[in-house]
């Protein structure tokens, strides 16, 4: 099981930007993150559904990509941000 899921798009230029950051993320602080591609994907845009009333107040009121949500906290970051803010937001537990 993942610590953190990773909702992002194909296509998306910004789920592109941040993919390289999630593995360097992984590989240096041994935080796991489930990938769900959402565009082409209908069960993993189901369960990104079914986390809308944490992910939305997070992500200006609606569901985007790349969004990162962790289920234990509840807590969710969304866009394309610094390599240091979305390890900061990982390693909070």
Not at 52 to 61: F, H, N, V
């Amino acid at each position: 099981m993942a610590d953190l899921l990773m909702f992002h798009g194909r296509e998306c230029p910004h789920c592109k930007k941040m993919m390289p950051l999630v593995e360097k993320l992984e590989q240096e602080s041994g935080v796991r993150i489930d990938k769900r591609e959402v565009w082409h994907d209908e069960k993993n845009a189901d369960l990104m559904r079914s986390y809308r009333s944490a992910l939305a107040p997070k992500c200006g009121g609606q569901l985007r990509v790349p969004t990162f949500f962790n289920p234990d906290t509840q807590d969710a970051i969304c866009g394309e941000v610094e390599f240091e803010k979305l390890k900061e937001w990982a390693l909070k537990r």
